[in-house]
């Protein structure tokens, strides 16, 4: 009898110690100075780039290697949202979901959703509930010497 409730004991504590620790939501990830709409596109901006850089590999070296400067603000310049956003947003990112991103950039050709979708959407959750179409861009146009000079698709004519 007593190994019977020893066994049940074992089996018991091991069942406790399986259940996952309730994790924080996005939200209290998001830092509150960061729009959601910038978290979301600071989400897409750093899959899209690390992707750009991988090309087709997909090993954990070549991921970690891309990953590198993850948050250098210049690499954003041609997104829709100025780059010390994208760069606020993405530290916010990657301090929460480094691995987790590593993950989804090694295994980006198993996920049926793709990479983007998967990271961004379902596994932070930065792009929840955000309408990328309803959302506020960066100007149509920069300063320079002065003067406002249009930009044409994230360039300028001088």
Do not use: N
């Not at 901006?45 to 990953?67: N, P």
């Not at 690499?75 to 100025?82: E, G, S």
Request: a negative charge; glycine letters at 4%; proline letters at 4%.
């Amino acid at each position: 009898m007593p190994l019977k409730a020893f066994l049940l004991f074992l089996l018991l504590s091991q069942c406790l110690s399986d259940k996952k620790k309730p994790t924080s939501s996005s939200s209290d990830k998001k830092p509150k100075s960061v729009d959601q709409e910038i978290y979301c596109g600071a989400c897409q901006a750093i899959v899209r780039e690390t992707v750009k850089r991988l090309h087709h590999k997909t090993s954990e070296s070549d991921v970690i290697a891309a990953m590198d400067d993850l948050c250098d603000m210049w690499k954003y310049k041609t997104y829709d949202f100025p780059p010390p956003q994208i760069a606020k947003g993405c530290d916010a990112i990657q301090s929460y979901y480094e691995e987790e991103l590593e993950w989804a950039l090694t295994h980006r050709y198993e996920l049926q959703e793709g990479v983007e979708v998967y990271f961004c959407h379902t596994k932070t959750g930065a792009c929840k509930d955000v309408d990328m179409a309803e959302s506020k861009r960066s100007d149509d146009f920069v300063t320079v010497d002065g003067e406002k000079v249009p930009l044409k698709d994230g360039k300028i004519d001088l």
